[in-house]
C-alpha cells in the first residue's frame, strides 16, 4: 500500500452504493467526494480537477455517459480516470462507453478490492 492520497468523485444516486463506494475507496486513504447526480457532479467539476471519477450509468437530471462525455471535451479534465458505474453488462453499455471515452466499466454488484486496484492503476498510470 501507501503512495498518495488521490481526491476521487463519485455520483451514485443510490445512498446505499455511494456508501459503499466510500468506504472501498477510502481504505486506501483516498478523500472522496461523493454527489447524488450528474448535476452536482457538474458542478464539483467546474471548481475541481479529481483524480478520478466513477459515475453511476443511471442517474437523474444527466447520466454518467453524458459527464463523461463532456468531461472528454474539457482540456483540464481530459486526462482525468473516468469509471462509468453499471448494473449492465451488455454490448451496448459497452460500446457507449467507449464512444463517450469512459476509462474503464465497473460492474455492479462490485469486489471492492477489484475496484479499488483499478481505480489506483488508472491514477497511476496517468501520473507516469
Do not use: W
Not at 40 to 49: F, P, S, V
Not at 52 to 75: N, Q, T
Amino acid at each position: 500500500m501507501g503512495g498518495m492520497a488521490y481526491t476521487i468523485l463519485v455520483a451514485d444516486d443510490e445512498p446505499a452504493i455511494r456508501t459503499m463506494l466510500e468506504v472501498i475507496l477510502s481504505a486506501d486513504g483516498h478523500d472522496i467526494v461523493a454527489v447524488s447526480d450528474g448535476k452536482t457532479a457538474l458542478d464539483y467539476l467546474r471548481e475541481h480537477t479529481p483524480d478520478a471519477m466513477l459515475l453511476d450509468v443511471k442517474m437523474p437530471h444527466m447520466d454518467g455517459f453524458e459527464i463523461c462525455s463532456r468531461v472528454k471535451r474539457i482540456k483540464r479534465l481530459r486526462d482525468t480516470p473516468v469509471l462509468l458505474l453499471t448494473g449492465f453488462d451488455d454490448d451496448q453499455t459497452r460500446d457507449h462507453a467507449k464512444l463517450v471515452g469512459a476509462d474503464d466499466i465497473v460492474y455492479k454488484p462490485l469486489s471492492g478490492k477489484n475496484l479499488r486496484g483499478r481505480v489506483n492503476q488508472l491514477i497511476e498510470a496517468r501520473r507516469r
